[in-house]
């Protein structure tokens, strides 16, 4: 009888990248671009999550939320200067990278909340496909974390029950979401101890 293989399943923002639209970048933003913060934040909050489950582009999220009235810039140099802020924390995504090339035979699978359009360029700008086998993004499956559904989906995908299923996230409130339906699911808070659980992962037999 074939073992049941291990599936490690990783957030993307927050644990290889930056987060691809995080508060930090939107006080940048609001301070380059000469925005009003509070009023452009208060529309961001009203709209991202309708891009990140994909219902609208990027280019309808940026026209909502910033350009509501004449600028003085335009949306191109916005669009570039929102993809300028993902950047590669320091350790991880090499290292996984390696390791991926030595453990060929245990699937990696993304569970991330990105839009559509941040999502396929950070993939390419990184090359996440060196790391990833397959990729499960609010932007492209329509739900997002914490919904149970988005979990249920890529457990689906990878045809594995739960217990064979590792999880790791930035945020405690989303891998908790992932323990209540029986992943083994980590808060990632430091290079060092995710590596050290990633590396005791078993490899399926051949």
Request: contains cysteine.
């Given at each position: 009888m074939t073992a049941i293989p291990t599936v490690l399943f990783l957030d993307i923002g927050g644990v290889l990248l930056s987060n691809a639209w995080g508060h930090e970048s939107r006080e940048k933003a609001a301070e380059l671009f000469n925005l009003d913060f509070k009023e452009t934040e208060h529309l961001h909050n009203f709209i991202f999550n309708v891009y990140e489950i994909g219902k609208i582009t990027l280019d309808e999220y940026i026209e909502i939320v910033?350009?509501?009235?004449?600028?003085?810039?335009?949306?191109?140099?916005?669009?570039?200067?929102?993809?300028?802020?993902?950047?590669?924390?320091?350790?991880?995504?090499?290292?996984?990278?390696?390791?991926?090339?030595?453990?060929?035979?245990?699937?990696?699978?993304?569970?991330?909340?990105?839009?559509?359009?941040?999502?396929?360029?950070?993939?390419?700008?990184?090359?996440?496909?060196?790391?990833?086998?397959?990729?499960?993004?609010?932007?492209?499956?329509?739900?997002?974390?914490?919904?149970?559904g988005i979990f249920q989906l890529a457990m689906g995908i990878a045809k594995v029950p739960p217990d064979h299923c590792y999880y790791f996230d930035d945020r405690i409130i989303l891998?908790?979401?992932?323990?209540?339906?029986?992943?083994?699911?980590?808060?990632?808070?430091?290079?060092?101890?995710?590596?050290?659980?990633?590396?005791?992962?078993s490899i399926p037999d051949k």
């Amino acid at each position: 009888m074939t073992a049941i293989p291990t599936v490690l399943f990783l957030d993307i923002g927050g644990v290889l990248l930056s987060n691809a639209w995080g508060h930090e970048s939107r006080e940048k933003a609001a301070e380059l671009f000469n925005l009003d913060f509070k009023e452009t934040e208060h529309l961001h909050n009203f709209i991202f999550n309708v891009y990140e489950i994909g219902k609208i582009t990027l280019d309808e999220y940026i026209e909502i939320v910033v350009f509501n009235k004449e600028r003085n810039f335009t949306r191109e140099s916005f669009r570039e200067f929102m993809f300028a802020q993902s950047v590669e924390l320091p350790g991880m995504l090499q290292w996984l990278k390696e390791w991926k090339t030595e453990n060929k035979d245990l699937r990696v699978i993304s569970i991330n909340n990105e839009g559509k359009d941040l999502n396929d360029y950070r993939i390419e700008k990184f090359q996440l496909h060196r790391c990833f086998d397959a990729f499960v993004s609010s932007g492209e499956v329509g739900m997002r974390k914490p919904d149970p559904g988005i979990f249920q989906l890529a457990m689906g995908i990878a045809k594995v029950p739960p217990d064979h299923c590792y999880y790791f996230d930035d945020r405690i409130i989303l891998a908790q979401a992932a323990g209540r339906l029986g992943m083994n699911a980590y808060q990632h808070t430091d290079l060092e101890t995710t590596k050290g659980i990633i590396k005791k992962l078993s490899i399926p037999d051949k």
